[in-house]
């Protein structure tokens, strides 16, 4: 079952390769399956996360690091390493339009899942094993797929509830920090001459394949793109001059009524003891307008 259905989930046109060495093709979906390495995940959606472990019994030693049953396993005759492949009953979206919270939530548990397996941090995922092909000694081991939350139950997520941090740049966890660090940006730089979308669009994804390069593994072109797409579309969309007006006038009314309340007290002593306006306002450093204003919405 799980093997069907790792066919039936390959992107339209995957990468795909017999040799590492030679470089990657593209080419039909029924094509690709028939090399020893094929891209198991389209640009868009994850449906399987994957694990490169470098070590001989990767295929079996998941068990005795307490974690879950991979789905797959894809393991090398003559070393013994494996990819080790989770299924995903519903996929991660990672395409324009993705939420933040379920992408920060899945990029939690593939870095901690990866770091529980000690798989190999640098992995990019882009391609892994072909259990399709009869080269690897192939197993499949959970008949049933995983929820996010089914793996979090094996694991524990404390180190990445923090989200003042980031994750570590690994799988998913490349994704979420991509779109955070890249929104974070697009928030102020859209004010820098609010521009057209085309030109906005240029410039985020530029900035994002500068982020992107930092990375120990970089992203796939495609996703890089993905995420640029998202963020400029969303910043363009709702950041316009007429509402960052509106917004900061907002902001101004909110520090204006703290101020007020935090300088009751002191307006209404000075008031008691008889102090003119012009005093108020030279005493608290505030405008005489603002006492002024201040006084009348005391009445």
């Not at 994850?46 to 998941?62: E, H, N, S, T």
């Not at 397996?117 to 049933?144: F, M, T």
Request: include cysteine; aromatic fraction near 10%.
């Amino acid at each position: 079952m799980q093997l069907e259905l790792f066919r039936e989930r390959l992107p339209a046109k995957p990468y795909h390769t017999d040799d590492l060495r030679a470089g990657l093709q593209v080419r039909s979906a029924e094509r690709a399956a028939l090399a020893r390495y094929i891209q198991p995940n389209g640009p868009t959606h994850k449906y399987w996360l994957v694990y490169d472990i470098d070590r001989p019994g990767a295929a079996m030693d998941w068990s005795d690091r307490n974690c879950p049953p991979p789905s797959i396993t894809a393991m090398n005759p003559a070393n013994g390493h494996a990819h080790l492949i989770y299924g995903l009953k519903t996929p991660v979206r990672t395409a324009p339009g993705a939420k933040s919270d379920p992408l920060r939530y899945a990029g939690a548990i593939d870095s901690t899942l990866q770091q529980a397996l000690g798989a190999d941090p640098q992995y990019s995922g882009l391609i892994c094993k072909n259990p399709l092909h009869p080269h690897w000694v192939v197993a499949a081991w959970e008949p049933r797929l995983y929820t996010l939350n089914d793996l979090d139950s094996w694991l524990d997520l404390s180190a990445a509830k923090d989200r003042r941090k980031r994750l570590p740049a690994y799988g998913l966890g490349r994704n979420c920090n991509l779109f955070e660090q890249l929104s974070q940006w697009s928030y102020k730089a859209i004010r820098q001459g609010w521009p057209g979308y085309d030109q906005w669009h240029a410039a985020c994804l530029q900035r994002a394949l500068m982020y992107n390069a930092g990375f120990p593994c970089p992203l796939d072109h495609q996703e890089v793109g993905h995420i640029a797409k998202s963020v400029a579309r969303y910043t363009h969309a709702r950041f316009t001059p007429e509402g960052f007006s509106a917004w900061q006038a907002a902001q101004g009314s909110k520090k204006g009524k703290a101020l007020r309340d935090q300088l009751r007290p002191k307006l209404v002593s000075l008031l008691d003891e008889g102090r003119s306006e012009a005093e108020i306002a030279r005493l608290t450093g505030q405008s005489r307008q603002t006492i002024n204003n201040w006084v009348r919405g005391l009445k």
